[in-house]
């Protein structure tokens, strides 16, 4: 009888976040050079809320699009 975890399965996800969130880096990083100005300047020292909120779904839009990508 197997034990209630296996290893392999924990391994291949853990492969696959590390994977994921590089990917997730990069396009964040050429979201970040298409847009004009200093990105983390107009969020953090401007306190653009907007610029923040478009950051935040481009974000979660990539995450979405690769985890679809990465599951099959």
């Given at each position: 009888?197997?034990?209630?975890?296996?290893?392999?399965?924990?391994?291949?996800?853990?492969?696959?976040?590390?994977?994921?969130?590089?990917v997730?880096?990069?396009?964040?990083?050429?979201?970040?050079?298409?847009?004009?100005?200093?990105?983390?300047?107009?969020?953090?020292e401007?306190?653009?809320?907007?610029?923040?909120?478009?950051?935040?779904?481009?974000?979660?839009?990539?995450?979405?699009?690769?985890?679809?990508?990465?599951?099959?």
């Amino acid at each position: 009888m197997e034990g209630l975890i296996n290893v392999k399965y924990v391994a291949n996800a853990f492969v696959f976040a590390v994977f994921g969130l590089c990917v997730l880096g990069v396009a964040f990083k050429v979201f970040d050079r298409v847009t004009p100005g200093n990105f983390w300047k107009e969020i953090v020292e401007e306190h653009n809320t907007a610029l923040a909120i478009i950051a935040g779904a481009v974000v979660i839009a990539m995450g979405q699009i690769i985890g679809s990508a990465i599951h099959g």
